[in-house]
């Protein structure tokens, strides 16, 4: 398949292998473990953005309500970030059994 041609173009040593035998399962827990690495990426900047808001704000209100909404929307993000993976893990859990 594709992936075999991708092996071949790439792999300049024979001994490395890609696992192309992952299945519909396997590729649907390989693309939520990249969606959960870029939405923890996301929440940790929106962490950084909003204490950068903080420092900056200089006792201006508006910035500090800006910073902690930013906040809790992080939080909110990491909420729903854990029970994707939670719900990804029961499912599949049961799939296999």
Known sequence: ????????????DES???NTDLGLQGIIEKAVG?????????IFGMFLYSGYLFITSQGNAEKI??????????IVGVV??????????????????
């Open 1 to 12: 398949m594709s992936l075999n041609l991708i092996q071949s173009t790439f792999a300049a």
């Open 16 to 18: 490395i292998k890609i």
């Open 80 to 97: 729903i970030v854990a029970l994707s993976y939670a719900i990804m893990i029961y499912l599949f859990q049961g799939i296999k059994k």
């Open 65 to 74: 309500t800006t910073a902690r909404n930013v906040i809790t929307y992080a």
């Open 34 to 42: 990249v969606f959960l690495l870029f939405g923890g990426l996301a």
